[in-house]
């Protein structure tokens, strides 16, 4: 399978963040990992690669706890597949990022982040 991969472009400070879960949005069934969180994007892994430029909704919440702290469109915008792991690292971009939205992510933030990157 053809990856795709950009250099990083985040323009807000990026941090990785512990015990986060990401959930299908419709399901809300547990499908992945986010790695590290911004308040414009995010870096998850998941056991199947998705399509660069698709948008899917995700929520987030904790690993242990099937219930979502946020709701939220996003875009892919890369991925890369572990060649260990066989697990595909992918590249999200946040959609309609308001400033409600924005405020919602910075709580995320707080409440999962171990350090910033």
Do not use: C, P
Not at 89 to 107: A, D, M, P, V, Y
């Amino acid at each position: 399978m053809a990856q795709f991969d950009v250099a990083e472009n985040r323009q807000d400070e990026r941090f990785i963040v512990q015990d986060l879960a990401v959930f299908d949005g419709a399901l809300k069934k547990f499908v992945g990992k986010a790695i590290d969180l911004s308040l414009s994007g995010m870096l998850i892994s998941l056991e199947k690669a998705l399509a660069v430029g698709s948008v899917i909704n995700i929520s987030l919440g904790h690993m242990l706890n099937n219930y979502s702290d946020l709701d939220v469109e996003t875009q892919v915008v890369w991925f890369r597949q572990n060649d260990i792991s066989g697990l595909f690292s992918i590249g999200l971009k946040f959609l309609n990022n308001t400033e409600e939205q924005r405020s919602q992510i910075q709580k995320v933030i707080n409440t999962y982040a171990v350090y910033g990157v």
